[in-house]
């Protein structure tokens, strides 16, 4: 789980999927990656910062 108000990732993912699974030694259906923004709360949603 990515938590950011920037940069949208989802595009990234596929690619983001791949390499972990790579890192890792799994197969990417192994991995998941999912997005979430904190709507503008918080230091993340003035984008100072990306939490996982």
């Given at each position: 789980?990515?938590?950011?108000?920037?940069?949208?990732?989802?595009?990234?993912?596929?690619?983001?999927?791949?390499?972990?699974?790579?890192?890792?030694?799994?197969?990417?259906?192994?991995?998941?990656?999912?997005?979430?923004?904190?709507e503008g709360m918080g230091a993340l949603?003035?984008?100072?910062?990306?939490?996982?």
């Amino acid at each position: 789980m990515v938590v950011a108000e920037r940069p949208i990732i989802a595009s990234h993912v596929p690619l983001m999927r791949e390499r972990i699974a790579a890192a890792l030694g799994v197969e990417i259906s192994a991995v998941s990656v999912k997005a979430t923004t904190p709507e503008g709360m918080g230091a993340l949603g003035r984008g100072e910062g990306i939490d996982a």
